[in-house]
């Protein structure tokens, strides 16, 4: 069974940073992309950015260029996203998931909020 | 950046009925090379994560429905429920994966009327 699980719910306050954590398993993590999403409280859907877990290239949305990061650990099969100088806009949902064309599994979600 | 207009905003369809969802990219996500047009549609049911419908425009993930089908090339796409069951209820995205940054559009909530 394929399973993406995040990290539990963060409170952060402005200018601050938070890494959140997506370990999966149930299939080779170094032969799909991982996708990064968030979505604001009552608000769509924002790609931020994915990763290729072979490489570790990534690339970002350009609203996001120096503010975020995109990592990974092989050896435990899991995707890490950092997100620095934080602020309340940055408060929302942060999903990843399989793939970069079609999103097959997805994690639960981990909630960040930005509050001073 | 490639914007996905989706309409309407939301739509409230009888039990049994057909629902329909409209989703336009301002510029084409087909792609010559393979003859794929790289939109994908997902189901978002409260307090949990999207859920994979349908990729390439027109196919459809394993396990879904046959009640669910999308259609359309180039620029204009459609998702159609054909007989609206009362576990449809959920917000619907359209994501164009031709280039970076991959948008969403903007979401259609689907209600039982």
């Known amino acids: 069974q394929v399973l993406l699980v995040q990290s539990g719910a963060e409170v952060k306050k402005p200018g601050a940073s938070v890494r959140v954590s997506c370990k999966t398993s149930?299939?080779?993590?170094?032969?799909?992309?991982v996708t990064w999403v968030r979505q604001a409280p009552g608000q769509g859907l924002e790609w931020m950015g994915w990763?290729?877990?072979?490489?570790?290239?990534?690339g970002y949305a350009q609203q996001f260029q120096g503010r975020l990061t995109m990592t990974r650990d092989t050896s435990i099969s899991t995707a890490y996203m950092e997100l620095n100088s934080l602020r309340s806009e940055d408060t929302a949902v942060y999903y990843c998931?399989?793939?970069?064309?079609?999103?097959?599994?997805w994690g639960q979600g981990t909630t960040v909020t930005v509050s001073s | 950046d490639i914007v996905m207009t989706q309409s309407p905003d939301s739509l409230a369809v009888s039990l049994g009925e057909r629902a329909t969802i409209n989703c336009k990219s301002s510029q084409s996500v087909l792609y010559s090379s393979n003859n794929k047009n790289y939109l994908t549609w997902y189901q978002q049911k409260p307090g949990q994560p999207p859920k994979l419908l349908i990729y390439?425009?027109?196919t459809r993930e394993s396990g879904v429905p046959d009640r669910f089908s999308g259609s359309g090339s180039g620029t204009d796409f459609t998702l159609t429920i054909s007989s609206l069951q009362a576990e449809d209820v959920a917000i619907y995205y359209c994501?164009?994966?031709?280039?970076?940054?991959?948008?969403f559009g903007g979401g259609t909530r689907v209600e039982i009327k």
């Open positions: 990763m290729n877990p072979d490489s570790g290239n990534a």
């Open positions: 390439w425009a027109s």
């Open positions: 994501q164009q994966c031709y280039n970076t940054p991959r948008t």
């Open positions: 998931a399989r793939g970069t064309h079609d999103l097959d599994v």
């Open positions: 149930g299939y080779s993590f170094t032969s799909y992309d």
